[in-house]
């Protein structure tokens, strides 16, 4: 099991930028694929980005494709998402989570941080 705990969200204008971090501990890390999923103010949890075990391969959802970047630093245990050109409609809970399947990616239920909070003000 991996147990994760994100951080680096706030508040940022329109334009702005936020890099959060999700540190995770666990033996299997290393050969885990993880995602960054978020979930706005009264809406459903949504996938946002994934990356494979080695960081090799990676995929976005459409409404952040070309703004946000995942990545991953396996000896560090930590995974990354960069977020660059944020929107108000970025606004949201995010969450990292350890993947039972890459593509389609599929999350663990047990694997779940406790999120961090991203404002994004017009």
């Known amino acids: 099991q991996v147990q994760l705990v994100e951080s680096g969200g706030g508040l940022v204008q329109a334009g702005g930028s936020l890099r959060l971090s999700c540190a995770a501990s666990?033996?299997?890390?290393?050969?885990?694929?993880m995602g960054w999923f978020r979930r706005p103010p009264g809406k459903e949890r949504e996938f946002v980005a994934a990356?494979?075990?080695?960081?090799?391969?990676?995929y976005y959802a459409d409404s952040v494709k070309g703004r946000f970047t995942i990545s991953r630093d396996n000896p560090k245990r930590t995974v990354y998402l960069q977020m660059n050109s944020l929107r108000p409609e970025d606004t949201a809970v995010y969450y990292c989570?350890?993947?039972?399947?890459?593509?389609?990616?599929?999350?663990?239920?047990?694997?779940w941080g406790q999120g961090t909070q991203v404002t994004v003000s017009s």
């Open positions: 990356i494979s075990w080695s960081g090799a391969t990676t």
């Open positions: 989570n350890a993947g039972a399947m890459f593509r389609p990616y599929r999350p663990r239920d047990d694997s």
């Open positions: 666990g033996a299997t890390f290393s050969t885990t694929a």
